[in-house]
């Protein structure tokens, strides 16, 4: 379940940032490009650090298919802490797009489903 922690809440969040705002996360790296005296390496650098942006968000994707595959959704479903409200935002999914997901799940019941 770690993994889930540190892709969602550290390493995504990171390359969302970067791609929005690249010169903030990014900040050296853009302020040695802008002392460099020649204009033409300077703009090759930049399309350069666009390019590995670019590149580390298409990894991510293809790691997300990974992440989201069976086996990983049951990892987190089954986690102590995580795993009840992941589960209850799946059903809420589920039972929104038409899926009969059995009796107890309505739509008003997912923010805190009474305990027997």
């Known amino acids: 379940m770690e993994l889930h922690q540190l892709y969602f809440e550290f390493i995504f969040p990171f390359w969302e940032r970067a791609k929005e705002r690249p010169d903030e996360v990014f900040s050296k ?31 991510l994707a293809k790691m997300t298919s990974l992440l989201l595959s069976v086996p990983m959704l049951f990892l987190a479903m089954s986690h102590p802490d995580r795993g009840t409200d992941f589960l209850r935002a799946t059903l809420a999914v589920l039972s929104d797009n038409g899926i009969d997901v059995g009796e107890g799940f309505g739509p008003y019941q997912y923010d805190d489903p009474p305990r027997t």
């Open 29 to 59: 790296t853009f302020a040695c490009m802008a002392s460099m005296e020649d204009e033409d390496d300077a703009t090759t650098k930049m399309e350069q650090v666009y390019a590995g942006i670019d590149a580390a968000c298409n990894e």
